[in-house]
């Protein structure tokens, strides 16, 4: 089922800069999870991946470290971004469909009985963000992740 796409936002970078390949390498993974039920604030930091595939498919690597309060716990998650039509999506490991790929536009992705809205967005050439809410019957949060080039892993 496609998602929808909302109205474009502009970036603070070049609206143009829509493609992954552009974002390719290896990226620092900074993310803050603010949980608006329990008022926790959890902190992720890793590493972000995005390697071409043989099939032109971007695969999307990310692992890291969770923590709050006195918790921590390792956490990864593969996605992949595809073309298909001559637009980009991202889709889960399995490949579902989770959103397309239009930086500077807000995305929705329906997951009943939760609802998720989200926004890529390019700073510059080394850095962008990524932001998602989430509100359903037992969830309500904000993620807000930013990534920055890791040029020792990139040389």
């Given amino acids: ?12 970078y070049d609206d ?3 493609s992954p390949h552009d974002l390719v390498g290896s990226w620092i993974l900074e993310r803050e999870v603010d949980d608006h039920l329990t008022g926790e604030r959890r902190r992720v930091e890793g590493t ?6 043989d099939d032109g498919s971007i695969r999307w690597d990310e692992i890291g470290t969770m923590r709050w309060a006195w918790h921590e716990v390792p ?9 298909r039509d001559g637009a980009w999506w991202v889709t889960f490991e ?17 997951c009943a009985p939760d609802h998720y809205r989200g926004l890529v967005e390019v700073v510059d050439a080394d850095t962008w963000t990524v932001r998602w809410s989430a509100r359903g019957p037992s969830k309500d949060y904000s993620m807000w992740s930013r ?3 890791d040029d020792a892993a990139d040389a």
Avoid: I, K, N, Y
């Fill in 147 to 149: 990534l920055t080039r």
């Fill in 94 to 110: 399995d490949g579902r469909d989770f959103h397309p790929w239009v930086p500077g536009t807000e995305v929705d992705h329906p």
């Fill in 1 to 12: 089922m496609p998602r929808a796409v909302r109205q474009p936002l502009r970036t603070s």
């Fill in 16 to 18: 143009a800069v829509t």
């Fill in 75 to 83: 956490v990864s998650r593969t996605l992949f971004v595809v073309e």
């Fill in 48 to 53: 972000t991946t995005l390697r071409v595939q």
